[in-house]
């Protein structure tokens, strides 16, 4: 299982960035994926999570309506496309396989609920 996130830089605020996270070495459609940040300091947040099949998806309270979470089955990849970036969004950003193919409400955003994990990209926001 290889999971390999990429897409980050350095923005400014009010700008976007699309991350995509490369998956190999499974189904990968038959698992949920989600998107964790870590900030300087602090722990590993969960910012959002697709289904299987990309009908049911979860979001952070502080990314909803900026941030959305979208896969190619095709391409083994699911890209996170971030609007509206603020500061407080600067973070390694990583991707990672839940044990399951649907999110479940309350647990999407544990990383206990995930088993496979990629390397990070790093997203600033600054001017």
């Known amino acids: 299982v290889q999971l390999q996130a990429s897409g980050g830089g350095l923005v400014q605020p009010g700008g976007s960035l699309r991350l995509s996270c490369a998956a190999s070495?499974?189904?990968?459609?038959?698992?949920?994926i989600g998107w964790f940040r870590q900030a300087p300091g602090k722990g590993r947040e969960g910012v959002s999570c697709?289904?299987?099949?990309?009908?049911?998806?979860f979001y952070s309270a502080s990314v909803k309506g900026r941030f959305t979470v979208s896969r190619d089955d095709a391409k083994d990849t699911v890209y996170l496309q971030m609007n509206s970036l603020k500061p407080e969004d600067t973070a390694t950003y990583y991707c990672?396989?839940?044990?399951?193919?649907?999110?479940?409400?309350?647990?999407?955003?544990?990383?206990?609920?995930?088993?496979?994990w990629g390397q990070g990209t790093l997203v600033t926001v600054s001017s």
């Open positions: 990672a396989r839940s044990y399951g193919s649907h999110p479940i409400a309350g647990l999407w955003n544990s990383p206990s609920h995930y088993d496979s």
């Open positions: 070495g499974f189904s990968f459609a038959n698992y949920a």
């Open positions: 697709i289904s299987s099949s990309g009908g049911r998806n």
